[in-house]
């Protein structure tokens, strides 16, 4: 008997809506450690299916790459789980339950109108997950996040109508452009996808919302948006050149940004747009092994990020500091959070014996391989980046450097325990990836990540930037300034422009304002009475009342009692568009 995960999360948001205190962390733990039960107890072939109108979907398809995100997506639940145990706010445990179970449930779509489904469900749910930040900064951000959100879901859903349309399968898989609707149709899913991965220049929402989010749910939203998305460029775009190119533009635009960054989790965002690149240029290289490394990378990308956020967070909860400049001298203070962040600073920098080092490299022995020695060169590069901004820099000046007495608050023990398990999954990988191999798609897995070779070229490449490093400690610290990204374009000119258009329209535009009033007064008037049956003495006067119109005169009132009894296709129409305004609003 199968159970799809998605619905025990759905089942256990629900529970944690109606429930309290330790009734209610019982049920949250119980069903993220249900859901993972659930993910392990699915064997490829499975299938549920139902029908809409000649449509047959698929709402769970079981094979290799779907069983793999499946399992980590349900391990980092329950992990995030456990790391917000302590929050009180029920709507953000419904908030991020439902994320997490709308994640499984595209992982697990086997078509693409249910996969679509639940893509659009997972950017609500993510929505409300960063608006728990419960600032200024995040309700903006959050409006920001959803406009781009809208955008590329939008074209999303094009491309999807337009496959169909144009005799495409309704199977979640690889997508081909011959045709002029299927190559439009190729382009719109990409566009689609390439927004929910965080490829450049629709990469801003991520560095821009994720930081503005509460101390947990930064943890989830690291996971799964731009996982879907690599896990759908995997089904569906497989050996696009153009996401070769795009991937390493990723992974050093990433560490550039990272570079001049002074927020940390703002920085850990920009290696989150770094690492996806990793795996967007894995897919576009197309080979077996580049496939592989993207799927594992992915992998265990979500165990160290998370890992690493939930330092960041842990640093934040305790000071209520969050920049490189305003921290330092607490390590003394927080012994166990430097160390469990250690862990995921190493995984991340692809330190030999953690989970970064079996997964990364095998991306970048697959580009030596492919004859990309350009791409090699670049992501290596990146590599290096990695390692001096996120397991040098920002540990060293969070939690050494110079002590400025910051007060050090004790931490909840449910995010030591969360931090410890996402430890000991980085550390378990890197031993002993064998595990991880044996569930990739493409077997077998020709790689070893533990030759002499591979082990001395990673030790030189850390040891010197280790070095170099502390050469350039004195010019390496935090500034105090703020990074300008492509989200500029609609933070700062869009609005200026639209109110000096606004503005510049003066006496014109208000005149058509009240003329536009005027109109909806008046055709609210003449559309309503037939059916209210009310005299237009009794209705008029209401409605000029509320929109701030005046009366209607004699001649008009003349006119109107004239025509009420018909019903002009221009009424008609208005109402058409009320009614469908109000259903789009309660839809939404």
Same mark, same amino acid.
């Given at each position: 008997?199968?159970?799809?995960?998605? #619905?025990?999360?759905?089942?256990?948001?629900?529970?944690?809506?109606?429930?309290?205190? #330790?009734?209610?962390?019982?049920?949250?733990? *119980?069903?993220?450690?249900?859901? &993972?039960?659930?993910?392990?107890?699915?064997?490829?072939?499975?299938?549920?299916?139902?029908?809409?109108?000649?449509?047959?979907?698929?709402?769970?398809?079981?094979?290799?790459?779907?069983?793999?995100?499946?399992?980590?997506?349900?391990?980092?639940?329950?992990?995030?789980?456990?790391?917000?145990?302590?929050?009180?706010?029920?709507?953000?445990?419904?908030?991020?339950?439902? /994320?997490?179970?709308?994640?499984?449930?595209?992982?697990?779509?086997?078509?693409?109108?249910?996969?679509?489904?639940?893509?659009?469900?997972?950017?609500?749910?993510?929505?409300?997950?960063?608006?728990?930040?419960?600032?200024?900064?995040?309700?903006?951000?959050?409006?920001?996040?959803?406009?781009?959100?809208?955008?590329?879901?939008?074209?999303?859903?094009?491309?999807?109508?337009?496959?169909?349309?144009?005799?495409?399968?309704?199977?979640?898989?690889?997508?081909?452009?011959?045709?002029?609707?299927?190559?439009?149709?190729?382009? =719109?899913? &990409?566009?689609?996808?390439?927004?929910?991965?965080?490829?450049?220049?629709?990469?801003?929402?991520?560095?821009?919302?994720?930081?503005?989010?509460?101390?947990?749910?930064?943890?989830?939203?690291?996971? /799964?948006?731009?996982?879907? @998305?690599?896990?759908?460029?995997?089904?569906?775009?497989?050996?696009?050149? $153009?996401?070769?190119?795009?991937?390493?533009?990723?992974?050093?635009?990433?560490?550039?940004? *990272?570079?001049?960054?002074?927020?940390?989790?703002? $920085?850990?965002?920009?290696?989150?747009?770094?690492? %996806?690149?990793?795996?967007?240029?894995?897919?576009?290289?197309?080979?077996?092994?580049?496939?592989?490394?993207?799927?594992?990378?992915?992998? =265990?990308?979500?165990?160290?990020?998370?890992?690493? #956020?939930?330092?960041?967070?842990?640093?934040?909860?305790?000071?209520?500091?969050?920049?490189?400049?305003?921290?330092?001298?607490?390590?003394?203070?927080?012994? $166990? %959070?430097?160390?469990?962040?250690?862990?995921?600073?190493?995984?991340?920098?692809?330190?030999?014996?953690?989970?970064?080092?079996?997964?990364?490299?095998?991306?970048?022995?697959? *580009?030596?391989?492919?004859?990309?020695?350009?791409?090699?060169?670049?992501?290596?590069?990146?590599?290096?980046?990695?390692?001096?901004?996120?397991?040098?820099?920002?540990? /060293?000046?969070?939690?050494?450097?110079?002590?400025?007495?910051?007060?050090?608050?004790?931490?909840?023990?449910?995010?030591?325990?969360?931090?410890?398990?996402?430890?000991?999954? =980085?550390?378990? +990988?890197?031993?002993?990836?064998?595990?991880?191999?044996?569930?990739?798609?493409?077997?077998?897995?020709?790689?070893?990540?533990?030759?002499?070779?591979?082990?001395?070229?990673?030790?030189? +490449?850390?040891?010197?930037?280790?070095?170099?490093?502390?050469?350039? #400690?004195?010019?390496?610290?935090?500034?105090?300034?703020?990074?300008?990204?492509?989200?500029?374009?609609?933070?700062?000119?869009?609005?200026?422009?639209?109110?000096?258009?606004? *503005?510049? @329209?003066?006496?014109?535009?208000?005149?058509?304002?009240?003329?536009?009033?005027?109109?909806?007064?008046?055709?609210?008037?003449?559309?309503?009475?037939?059916? +209210?049956?009310?005299?237009?003495?009794?209705?008029?006067?209401?409605?000029?009342?509320?929109?701030?119109?005046?009366?209607?005169?004699?001649?008009?009132?003349?006119?109107?009692?004239?025509?009420?009894?018909?019903?002009?296709?221009?009424?008609?129409?208005?109402?058409?568009?009320?009614?469908?305004?109000?259903?789009?609003?309660?839809?939404?």
């Amino acid at each position: 008997m199968t159970l799809h995960p998605a #619905l025990v999360l759905f089942a256990t948001a629900v529970l944690a809506a109606v429930t309290r205190g #330790l009734v209610r962390r019982v049920t949250l733990v *119980a069903g993220a450690l249900a859901a &993972l039960v659930a993910v392990t107890q699915l064997t490829p072939g499975d299938v549920w299916t139902y029908e809409i109108a000649s449509y047959r979907l698929e709402v769970l398809r079981v094979d290799a790459l779907s069983h793999l995100f499946g399992l980590v997506f349900s391990a980092i639940t329950a992990i995030g789980v456990i790391y917000a145990l302590h929050v009180g706010r029920t709507t953000e445990h419904v908030a991020t339950l439902t /994320y997490a179970g709308a994640s499984l449930g595209v992982v697990y779509a086997g078509d693409w109108l249910t996969a679509f489904t639940f893509w659009e469900l997972m950017g609500v749910a993510s929505l409300a997950v960063i608006w728990h930040g419960g600032t200024r900064e995040s309700g903006a951000a959050g409006f920001r996040y959803l406009l781009v959100h809208i955008a590329g879901g939008s074209l999303f859903f094009v491309g999807v109508a337009l496959h169909l349309a144009g005799g495409g399968a309704l199977a979640v898989d690889p997508i081909t452009a011959d045709g002029s609707t299927r190559s439009l149709a190729y382009w =719109c899913i &990409l566009a689609g996808v390439a927004v929910n991965a965080a490829i450049p220049p629709v990469h801003a929402w991520l560095t821009d919302a994720y930081p503005e989010a509460s101390v947990t749910g930064t943890v989830f939203l690291s996971a /799964y948006t731009t996982k879907t @998305a690599v896990y759908v460029l995997l089904r569906g775009f497989p050996g696009s050149e $153009l996401l070769l190119w795009a991937g390493v533009m990723m992974a050093l635009y990433g560490v550039v940004y *990272a570079v001049l960054e002074n927020d940390i989790r703002r $920085l850990l965002g920009y290696h989150i747009v770094s690492q %996806v690149g990793y795996m967007v240029a894995g897919v576009g290289m197309g080979t077996p092994l580049a496939l592989n490394g993207s799927a594992a990378h992915a992998f =265990c990308h979500i165990l160290y990020k998370a890992l690493l #956020l939930m330092g960041a967070g842990a640093v934040l909860q305790a000071t209520g500091r969050r920049k490189l400049t305003e921290l330092g001298g607490i390590a003394e203070r927080m012994p $166990l %959070v430097v160390v469990l962040y250690t862990v995921g600073a190493f995984s991340i920098s692809g330190v030999p014996l953690f989970n970064g080092f079996i997964s990364k490299s095998m991306v970048v022995s697959a *580009a030596a391989e492919g004859g990309w020695p350009t791409a090699e060169l670049l992501l290596t590069l990146a590599s290096i980046g990695t390692f001096l901004h996120t397991g040098l820099k920002l540990p /060293y000046f969070t939690f050494f450097g110079s002590d400025r007495g910051i007060a050090v608050k004790p931490i909840p023990r449910n995010m030591i325990a969360a931090m410890a398990l996402g430890s000991a999954a =980085c550390i378990a +990988l890197g031993v002993a990836p064998g595990w991880l191999y044996a569930r990739l798609v493409w077997q077998p897995v020709e790689y070893h990540p533990y030759t002499l070779d591979h082990v001395v070229s990673a030790m030189q +490449l850390l040891v010197g930037t280790g070095v170099g490093f502390w050469w350039l #400690l004195a010019k390496l610290g935090g500034e105090a300034t703020i990074s300008l990204d492509t989200d500029w374009l609609y933070r700062k000119p869009l609005p200026a422009a639209m109110h000096a258009l606004v *503005a510049g @329209a003066g006496r014109t535009g208000a005149s058509l304002q009240a003329a536009g009033l005027d109109a909806v007064r008046r055709m609210t008037v003449y559309a309503a009475n037939p059916f +209210l049956v009310v005299s237009r003495a009794g209705l008029e006067p209401v409605v000029s009342a509320v929109l701030g119109t005046p009366r209607l005169d004699r001649r008009e009132a003349a006119h109107y009692d004239e025509n009420v009894s018909r019903l002009p296709i221009g009424v008609t129409v208005f109402w058409v568009v009320v009614g469908f305004s109000v259903l789009a609003l309660l839809i939404w």
